[in-house]
């Protein structure tokens, strides 16, 4: 695996009873990967790239709430 590449999301789980379709998780993890890279380009080191996705798991609500507003204001 390529060090910019993120983890695999293969074994994390999505919560109760919702699983991700093989073809909808390697368009996820292709998306995240492209993030991954774009961050590290921008100059982000590896570690703050891994807190950064970190704290966007443990807090999905205010990620959702935000790209919605930012989608919304284009």
Not at 14 to 35: N, P
Not at 45 to 52: F, M, S, Y
């Amino acid at each position: 695996m390529s060090p910019l590449a993120p983890p695999s999301l293969s074994s994390s789980p999505f919560g109760a009873g919702l699983r991700l379709t093989d073809d909808r998780l390697d368009i996820a993890e292709a998306v995240l990967a492209g993030a991954w890279r774009t961050l590290r380009a921008a100059g982000f080191g590896e570690a703050e790239v891994q807190a950064l996705f970190d704290q966007v798991a443990d807090r999905p609500e205010d990620l959702a709430r935000r790209l919605r507003r930012m989608a919304n204001a284009a």
